[in-house]
């Protein structure tokens, strides 16, 4: 049977949050699509002679609370499905961290690594193109997989000529020598390590000498881990898309990191074992981090899991059946939402210092971070408990969804 898509699931979540929070019927209604969709296709001549048209979106889910912003995803197998439920988590996250934005994805269905630099760069200039935006009151694309500093640098670039000003708030996720924020690339790491922490604490389980598996190396899960090791916990297992490393003892982080630097991945490090991705997934260790893709843990493998807790780095790894089971076994999950939120939290930083024409350092950076995150953690919690039936997720959404219920009778739309 085809499992069901990441967007079906996010609609699953949002229904069942509504149905045990109470929501309006209408705002639900209004949520189960996204406001609009804006899909093109990118014709490229490639640098090789050849030629290719790359089919692309932008979703704007909802705007209830502010202009839309974030996240441009470029991979092979990109679907209209994947950038619509990444647009809901947006309007989740954003309205459980109390930004003042709605939600939004967009993404290119592509295979960088296959391009040349050439071709990247002008892939990424056309998406900027045929995306027409509207500047920083309106929608602001950042980055995603596939995308960072540099192609946020030349659709910054692309907006500015096309436009004629100088606008640094319109694009997020910038190097710092563009406008972006102090910060910005370890704050999804950072984020998902401050809500680990904490939820770790509220179970009874300190850092020191805790036992973790992550599921992902990229530059959410590398960070994490590294926060990990130097807080004293033992990361024993992490795995990229090359395959996976496993160490009883605790893996040496910063050697690791350097090794995926230097050569692309973390295979063959010196005095680990290699262990696959369902075996890291069903590791003994109290804490397991799926930090990578979406529907990792299914109905399949969800009796598999051994962890005491599981941290979602990544958006979507447990789908609705996963995490019914996951549940059952009385294994708590703490929802994307709520532990990737870092990224989005330092995006709305990062526009605000744009929008002032002022840079933050990065001691203020964190503290503001650490103080959103860990507020809308505690406030999941405090949902979740006091809902009957209702998890840490549901407790997540159910906060999320009160703040876009009101803003939407507010405005007259329900």
């Given at each position: 049977m085809q499992p069901p898509s990441v967007f079906a699931v996010a609609q699953a979540t949002l229904n069942e949050a509504g149905r045990l929070g109470g929501i309006d019927e209408r705002a639900l209604e209004v949520l189960q699509e996204p406001k609009r969709i804006n899909s093109f296709r990118l014709p490229l001549k490639l640098e090789d002679g050849s030629f290719r048209v790359f089919p692309a979106h932008r979703v704007h889910y909802n705007d209830a609370l502010g202009p839309f912003r974030d996240g441009t995803r470029i991979r092979p197998d990109l679907t209209l499905d994947?950038?619509?439920a990444l647009g809901i988590f947006m309007t989740i996250k954003h309205a459980c961290a109390d930004i003042p934005a709605g939600g939004a994805?967009?993404?290119?269905?592509?295979?960088?690594?296959?391009?040349?630099?050439?071709?990247?760069?002008?892939?990424?200039?056309?998406?900027?193109?045929?995306?027409?935006?509207?500047g920083p009151w309106v929608d602001v694309p950042g980055a995603d997989i596939g995308t960072g500093e540099q192609e946020m640098s030349w659709m910054l670039d692309e907006y500015e000529q096309i436009t004629g000003e100088h606008c640094p708030a319109?694009?997020?996720?910038?190097p710092f020598a563009l406008g972006g924020s102090l910060g910005g690339e370890a704050a999804t790491g950072r984020g998902v390590f401050l809500v680990l922490r904490a939820a770790a604490g509220e179970r009874g389980m300190g850092l020191e000498g805790l036992t973790a598996a992550v599921q992902g190396f990229g530059q959410v899960g590398s960070e994490l881990a590294q926060q990990l090791h130097d807080a004293g916990a033992r990361v024993v297992a992490v795995s990229d898309v090359h395959g996976g490393v496993f160490r009883g003892e605790g893996l040496d982080i910063p050697a690791l990191r350097q090794q995926a630097r230097t050569h692309g991945t973390i295979g063959n490090f010196p005095g680990t074992e290699p262990i696959?991705?369902?075996?890291?997934?069903?590791?003994?260790?109290?804490?397991?981090?799926?930090?990578?893709?979406?529907?990792?843990?299914?109905?399949?493998?969800?009796?598999?899991?051994?962890?005491?807790?599981?941290?979602?780095?990544?958006?979507?790894?447990?789908?609705?059946?996963?995490?019914?089971l996951l549940a059952e076994r009385g294994i708590p999950v703490v929802p994307d939402v709520i532990a990737n939120s870092g990224g989005a939290t330092v995006c709305h930083f990062e526009r605000s210092q744009g929008l002032s024409d002022e840079s933050w350092d990065l001691e203020r950076v964190n503290r503001s971070l650490e103080r959103r995150i860990l507020a809308a953690h505690a406030a999941a919690r405090d949902t979740a408990a006091e809902t009957p039936g209702a998890s840490l997720r549901h407790g997540a959404w159910i906060h999320a969804l009160r703040k876009v219920e009101r803003a939407m009778q507010l405005r007259g739309w329900i």
């Open positions: 994947e950038v619509k994805k967009g993404g290119i269905q592509a295979d960088m690594a296959a391009l040349s630099p050439r071709d990247r760069e002008a892939l990424v200039r056309a998406y900027i193109r045929h995306l027409q935006p509207k319109a694009l997020n996720d910038k696959d991705n369902d075996s890291l997934l069903a590791a003994e260790v109290d804490v397991l981090v799926p930090a990578a893709v979406h529907d990792v843990i299914h109905e399949g493998n969800a009796g598999t899991v051994r962890a005491k807790l599981v941290v979602e780095a990544a958006n979507g790894p447990v789908t609705t059946a996963g995490d019914a």
